[in-house]
């Protein structure tokens, strides 16, 4: 914890000046993302991905005003989404790829929620994208509001 702490306080005027646009990037490249698998490529989103999509939405806007204004505090209400969005789409994609809980998946909704529209390299599908970005995020967040917190 230590080296964190040093990191964050050698780095300090960095992350607070560059990594709120970052987070910003990060959540507009996902909603674009998961606009086109739905819009572009026609896949039906699950109850699952909706879910996910309303935790993901938000932050496009939240991070971006926060950017613009170099709002440091922005962690505060970006952090809860970020980390139920976590919770979100790691538990999809564990309906998806394990049989821990494919019964949670059969019967979701209209669309399946153990459905694959995509399978790159056997294990990255679009629950897994999402919860990259959410990781991501969640990461940058956390940089944020420790930097906002040194002196």
Not at 43 to 50: E, M
Not at 80 to 106: C, E, R
């Amino acid at each position: 914890m230590k080296r964190f702490n040093d990191f964050v306080r050698k780095h300090r005027a960095f992350i607070l000046e560059h990594v709120p646009a970052a987070s910003w990037a990060l959540s507009v490249i996902a909603t674009l993302g998961s606009l086109y698998f739905s819009e572009v490529r026609g896949f039906i989103p699950c109850t699952y991905c909706w879910y996910s999509r309303i935790l993901m939405y938000p932050l496009v806007v939240i991070l971006g005003i926060a950017a613009v204004r170099k709002d440091h505090r922005q962690s505060i209400y970006v952090l809860p989404l970020s980390i139920m969005g976590i919770g979100m789409a790691g538990f999809h994609y564990l309906v998806q790829k394990t049989d821990w809980f494919a019964h949670a998946g059969n019967s979701c909704g209209i669309v399946p929620c153990n459905i694959e529209y995509i399978n790159w390299l056997g294990f990255i599908t679009i629950p897994f994208l999402a919860l990259v970005a959410f990781i991501g995020i969640t990461i940058l967040q956390f940089l944020v509001f420790r930097a906002s917190r040194e002196p």
